[in-house]
């Protein structure tokens, strides 16, 4: 399968110079003619282009001293093409809030967009998910497509900037609890947040004389769903 109407076949004529027409049919009986329906034929009897077994006769029309005549039938196959993964190409992805997101794809054969449940049917890996973390979504080819393809796709973590605070001490003291605060205001989210970074905290820059320290991301983790980016140093 290619996606082109197959060519109509050669035939040798000898005598007769009378014009040659074809019709393919999709039973070996030769009762039912191709279709767009059943073939994607242009019109009933006329060349198929989608994969299936077909059947093709030759008709030379009557000419001079020569009556008509029919050819018996010859098969043939259109074979279903190969799915590759990279007919799968994804698209942005949602960015973690959350909620559940479904993956963003799509299926080409060069400048051809494949249909879903006509072209190809999805196998695992398109359900919906809620965190951020590879997941292989599989399709299975139908139709004039076979074998299967499969791509990695992901939710996008969510950036989120730590704006530490500005801490002091004096000398030969412990340090202070180093504060932060974010630009998360979405109150769900910000919670979802803080039960991601748990108990880890941020560093600095490691020393005891006077003087200034830099504040570093140091220990604090919000795991996948979250990107940190540390914005300024007080």
């Given at each position: 399968y290619d996606g082109n109407i197959v060519t109509d076949p050669a035939v040798s004529q000898?005598?007769?110079?009378?014009?040659?027409?074809y019709t393919y049919y999709t039973n070996e009986d030769c009762t039912t003619e191709t279709t767009n329906a059943n073939s994607g034929a242009a019109s009933d009897g006329a060349a198929p282009k989608n994969a299936g077994?077909?059947?093709?006769?030759?008709?030379?029309?009557?000419?001079g001293d020569y009556g008509s005549a029919t050819s018996v039938a010859k098969n043939f196959t259109i074979s279903q093409k190969d799915l590759t993964d990279d007919m799968i190409t994804l698209g942005t992805q949602a960015t973690y809030d959350g909620t559940a997101h479904d993956p963003v794809y799509s299926v080409k054969d060069g400048a051809t967009v494949l249909t879903k449940g006509i072209d190809y049917t999805e196998i695992s890996g398109y359900n919906s998910v809620t965190n951020v973390g590879n997941t292989t979504l599989k399709i299975s080819g139908a139709g004039n497509y076979k074998g299967t393809a499969q791509k990695d796709w992901s939710l996008v973590a969510?950036?989120?900037?730590?704006?530490?605070?500005a801490k002091s001490k004096t000398y030969g003291d412990a340090d202070p609890e180093l504060t932060y605060n974010t630009d998360i205001s979405d109150t769900t989210l910000k919670g979802k947040f803080n039960a991601a970074v748990g108990t880890t905290k941020l560093g600095r820059v490691a020393g005891e004389d006077v003087g200034m320290y830099a504040i570093k991301l140091g220990e604090l983790k919000a795991g996948n769903n979250f990107k940190l980016t540390l914005a300024t140093t007080p």
């Open positions: 000898s005598g007769s110079t009378g014009a040659v027409t077994d077909y059947w093709v006769t030759a008709t030379v029309a009557a000419s969510k950036d989120v900037t730590i704006t530490p605070d």
